[in-house]
């Protein structure tokens, strides 16, 4: 009868542990942040508010979900680069072209993601800019 009590207690222990294992995965490079302004990703234009980012599998590491929180707009994105990080606070960060906000950059817990602003983007934004005084900047 002990036997089977201690194998039980093995089998209980070991699915908790799996269990756990499978949870962390799950919500691995899992982020809400507010955005506060509008802003560019993937050509779409996205509403000032709440996101959840979070990557779409744990075998793809560049492949992510951006979706706002209120009216679940959102884009799939694919990270053209990535890296392990340990970053002590997560964040989005931004490039301001123009007027116009552009993510690219998105750091979890775990990963930094670097986002493409692609050449065409930039130049439609500078284009419904022009004539503006505004320099150019980048902020990363």
Request: avoid cysteine.
């Amino acid at each position: 009868m002990n036997k089977y009590l201690v194998v039980g207690v093995f089998a209980a222990v070991f699915g908790m542990a799996a269990f756990a294992m499978a949870a962390k995965a799950t919500t691995s490079d899992q982020l809400v942040v507010k955005v506060p302004y509008e802003f560019v990703v993937s050509g779409k234009t996205l509403p000032a508010g709440t996101y959840r980012i979070n990557r779409l599998s744990d075998s793809s590491t560049g492949e992510l979900a951006l979706v706002n929180v209120d009216n679940h707009a959102g884009v799939l994105l694919n990270a053209t680069e990535w890296e392990d990080a340990r970053v002590a606070q997560p964040k989005l960060q931004f490039q301001q072209i123009a007027g116009q906000y552009f993510l690219s950059s998105i750091q979890t817990a775990e990963h930094v993601f670097a986002i493409p602003v692609s050449k065409s983007e930039v130049m439609e934004a500078m284009k419904s800019h022009q004539g503006s005084t505004s320099p150019v900047s980048g902020n990363d």
